[in-house]
């Protein structure tokens, strides 16, 4: 089976950077995703690490380290828009989602 | 391009009613997951085809559940009967063919309430 654990609420200021750490137990595993979903509205992609390294995507940037079964999410430049919250996925033949973190991003 | 298409975006039922959720996947992918999301339990994955074929139905809680996918370009969920505590948000994904789900596309969800 899979569990993906991350933190349940983190807070930042505008223009801020912040990271949100996932830390996974999981067989047969491919790599990481990590969604972004706003209130009322449906998950929506934002990065894949199949590699251990970063990947990054604008003002956002993912990490994954297989040896030590962890991965990040990084916002950068955070915006108001960025209040949502974030789920590391682990992908092994099927996606099992983490708990979601809360991201509350105050002017 | 259409996304993924889920009716009804809202179902408000009594009790021991029966329950369809349809999904429309994108055109030419060819694996599709059905979600469900609870502040409880976070979303949980109930069952997923490939090629219309279910490949795993163990995240489906119990018999009242089924699901089918008939054609390439539709699927259900039905809950019959329907109990207060189904009531959550379920989500319908898909995937092209040559992924290994690292990316995928949800609707918009059904928003269930079961008085």
């Known amino acids: 089976g899979q569990s993906l654990e991350q933190p349940s609420e983190v807070t930042a200021v505008e223009g801020a950077i912040v990271q949100i750490n996932c830390t996974y137990q999981?067989?047969?595993?491919?790599?990481l995703s990590w969604y972004q979903q706003h209130d009322g509205g449906a998950p929506t992609f934002l990065s894949y690490?199949?590699?251990?390294g970063l990947e990054e995507t604008g003002r956002f940037s993912s990490f994954l380290s297989r040896s030590d079964s962890y991965g990040y999410l990084l916002l950068q430049e955070l915006q108001m828009k960025d209040s949502a919250s974030y789920f590391c996925a682990g992908n092994a033949g099927k996606s099992t989602f983490g708990d979601g973190t809360t991201l509350t991003v105050k002017p | 391009d259409a996304g993924v298409i889920q009716s009804p975006r809202h179902e408000v039922t009594e009790m021991g009613q029966e329950v369809t959720l349809r999904c429309k996947p994108i055109s030419g992918h060819n694996s599709l997951f059905w979600y469900r999301q609870t502040m409880m339990r976070g979303l949980e994955l109930l069952i997923y085809f490939n090629n219309n074929v279910p490949i795993d139905d163990s995240g489906m809680p119990e018999d009242r559940f089924s699901a089918k996918m008939p054609n390439a370009s539709f699927s259900t969920l039905k809950i019959q009967p329907s109990e207060p505590r189904d009531s959550a948000v379920y989500f319908c994904a898909s995937i092209p063919l040559g992924t290994v789900n690292e990316k995928l596309f949800f609707g918009s969800g059904t928003q269930l309430s079961v008085l």
């Open positions: 999981t067989s047969g595993f491919y790599g």
């Open positions: 690490n199949a590699l251990d």
